[in-house]
């Protein structure tokens, strides 16, 4: 989980009398991880300062989509070097803000589970944050990876509290459960895996 919860990262480009905020949220990370090659060629186009991934990872992670439209027209008029310098900088601190959340106090992990697909865990996330925390969808995509990890973790340390003798692994299997009652029209608290045990002790 991680030490410190702060608001997505915002990076302010500049360039020839015009200004856009480039936003670290999930809609962001999403688009980048959609880009060919995702974000390894990202991070490997904007440090080669390559023309066309600066100008789509600008255009994925633009709060302001018209605004960044006008930036990369007024750009394209000039000599390319010093844009390529100020967009090559703020991209690469766009796409920190996504990869590499602060995770101060926290101890490394020892995990040995295979790695799994970024575009898994963003969707995770997403579910995450409209199922299980119930934000509006618009609110989920403005957020950022780390900013919704926080809010679910905190999530689930509540229902460890509300449960005693309850651990994490033990919550997130009981909201799983009750997520998926109410999906299918059911009681929220009815226990699905108890009625089928009892089923079974009784042959039924």
Request: hydrophobic share 45%; glycine share 8%.
């Amino acid at each position: 989980m991680p030490g410190t919860t702060a608001p997505a990262p915002e990076v302010l480009l500049c360039h020839g009398g015009h200004a856009v905020t480039l936003r670290a949220s999930l809609r962001a990370a999403v688009a980048l991880d959609a880009l060919p090659g995702g974000f390894a060629a990202a991070w490997g186009g904007i440090a080669g300062q390559k023309l066309t991934t600066l100008h789509a990872v600008i255009r994925a992670c633009a709060t302001d989509r018209a605004g960044a439209e006008r930036l990369l027209a007024q750009a394209a008029k000039e000599p390319l070097a010093y844009f390529a310098q100020c967009a090559q900088a703020a991209c690469l601190a766009l796409l920190s803000g996504i990869l590499t959340p602060d995770r101060q106090g926290e101890a490394p992990s020892t995990t040995t589970a295979p790695a799994r697909p970024i575009s898994d865990h963003l969707a995770d996330l997403y579910r995450y944050g409209t199922g299980w925390l119930g934000w509006p969808p618009s609110e989920v995509w403005n957020a950022s990876p780390a900013e919704l990890e926080a809010a679910f973790m905190a999530h689930v340390d509540r229902l460890v509290m509300m449960t005693p003798g309850a651990t994490p692994e033990d919550a997130t299997a009981k909201e799983a459960q009750r997520q998926a009652n109410i999906a299918a029209g059911l009681d929220p608290e009815f226990d699905r895996e108890a009625l089928r045990a009892l089923k079974a002790k009784h042959h039924a």
